[in-house]
């Protein structure tokens, strides 16, 4: 049975009576079957039972008569006791199949892993077992050093997550978040995890484009099709073909052009510039914008039958700010590409401010604040002085340290900095909201004042 299958299936049935306490033979065998690794449960999350592929994922390490949180989380307890999302403990309630996306620890470190569950009936319509299938994702990291996306915040697996569903489908895919946040690698990933992953990946600025450029570029053109048209120009809507086209920051396509999208799409045909023969079309649509798309409907902006036509499956990206937890894992991750061959570390007192900075620029800004501070830095250490944009913002809650230096080798010797208690209570805010994942609805509740208090206090920090 493959996965596809699976998924339609919401309890597996298995005509078997067991009195033995061992998992029926039956099941052990189906377990056998799945070339992803898959693991059989008993109701108190004891692994029964392990396939072959798990096996090697795992190394000769025994897994059976231990918990699946035990060897998947390192927890002691069910995951949902530790504030996750539990796929058991949701099949036992529901009685349905279920999918969730979870962070595995591994022989090979933390994976994000797409988790199936499935409970299993045996006997007389009892749920007795569940078959857990784990898919690790080859979209993104949580680790420092790995390829393409990296991030392992909540923020960030919620929008992988859906990366992970859509992927594999044919479906349009709509990236909404602000400039520097990742809608382009996003859009990679989604194509590669396609079945169109061996042919192109075109992606296509649509700022600035005018009507003659839109449509040349796009549907390519026929020799002397216009003046300076020597030869016959393939366009970007061919070089897709069996492939994905990017439409990147679709929302600045202006109304004139977004007519002759809306035709392509609609037909799935188009023509070359100068051309009378109509082609078909073969490719999978990604479009992104940092702009609010509702929005510019509403104002009559952009075309609400192609806003439909788009905006089959959106999904937001969250802006760096909201995932802060994630900056240390790519600062990690980016300071190796930037310290040419030397090892560049950074302080305590350099992360707090970056995870208390706003990052306007998301994630393109933190590279570029790292490319810079490498160069500044003379010894091996990224201390605040390095990071000037960031320090303008004085979100620091280290009000005693005096000396970076200090503080960073944990010395005894400081000079008391004292500060005005506004300005306290700007950083205390600003660094409380870095400790929430940019949470402002939680911050306020915490500190006992209203969501718009607390957006007029950071505001002036
Ligand atoms: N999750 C991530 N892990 C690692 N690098 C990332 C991640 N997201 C973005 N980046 C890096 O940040 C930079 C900006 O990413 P990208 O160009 O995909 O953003 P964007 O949202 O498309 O920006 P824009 O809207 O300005 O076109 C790139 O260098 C990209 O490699």
């Known amino acids: 049975m493959n996965k596809t299958e699976n998924a339609q299936i919401p309890v597996m049935k298995m005509p078997i009576s067991d009195h ?32 072959a592929a798990y096996r090697q994922s795992y190394g000769d390490v025994s897994v059976t008569k231990r918990h699946c949180y035990e060897v998947s989380h390192h927890y002691d307890r069910p995951c949902d006791q530790m504030g996750e999302s539990c796929p058991m403990l949701q099949c036992m309630q529901t009685n349905k199949a279920q999918r969730v996306f979870h962070l595995h620890h591994t022989p090979n470190g933390e994976e994000h892993v797409d988790v ?50 859509v992927a594999s489908s044919e479906t349009t895919v709509l990236l909404l978040g602000e400039s520097g946040t990742g809608k382009e690698l996003m859009a990679q990933a989604v194509h590669q995890g396609s079945l169109r992953s061996q042919n192109a990946f075109v992606p296509v600025e649509c700022s600035g484009l005018t009507e003659t450029l839109f449509e040349s570029e796009l549907f390519g053109h026929e020799k002397g099709a216009f003046t300076g048209a020597h030869s016959r120009k393939t366009g970007l809507v061919e070089a897709a073909k069996g492939g994905t086209l990017f439409l990147d920051e679709v929302g600045d396509i202006p109304l004139s052009l977004q007519v002759k999208l809306l035709r392509l799409l609609e037909t799935g045909t188009y023509r070359r510039v100068g051309g009378v023969e109509p082609l078909k079309a073969d490719f999978r649509l990604v479009c992104a914008t940092h702009r609010n798309l509702d929005q510019q409907v509403a104002d009559g902006e952009f075309r609400m039958d ?105 010395s005894g010797f400081y000079q008391p900095n004292i500060v005005g208690l506004e300005q306290l209570e700007n950083r205390y805010l600003l660094w409380a909201l870095a400790q929430l994942e940019g949470d402002k609805a939680l911050l306020a509740h915490k500190v006992g004042v209203s969501e718009r208090t607390l957006y007029r206090k950071l505001k002036s920090a």
């Open 20 to 51: 033995s306490g061992q998992p029926p033979a039956e099941l052990v065998s189906m377990l056998q079957s799945y070339p992803d690794p898959a693991v059989l449960l008993s109701a108190d999350y004891e692994i029964l039972s392990a396939n």
């Open 116 to 165: 199936e569950l499935y409970p299993v009936e045996a006997g007389k319509g009892e749920v007795r077992y569940f078959l857990e299938v784990m898919r690790y994702s080859k979209l993104a990291s949580p680790r420092a050093g790995g390829q393409g996306l990296i991030g392992r915040s909540s923020a960030f697996i919620d929008s992988l997550a859906l990366i992970e569903r």
């Open 306 to 410: 192609l806003y439909y036509r788009i905006n089959a499956f959106p999904v937001v990206l969250p802006p760096l700010r909201e995932r802060v937890t994630d900056i240390p894992l790519l600062v990690d991750s980016f300071l190796p590409q930037f310290s040419a061959g030397r090892e560049i570390k950074i302080s305590q007192e350099a992360l707090r401010l970056l995870q208390a900075y706003q990052f306007p620029g998301n994630i393109r800004e933190l590279r570029n604040i790292l490319e810079r501070a490498c160069l500044l830095v003379d010894d091996h250490w990224i201390e605040s002085q390095h990071l000037p944009v960031v320090c303008k913002q004085g979100c620091s809650l280290d009000i005693t340290a005096g000396s970076t230096e200090a503080s960073r080798r944990g």
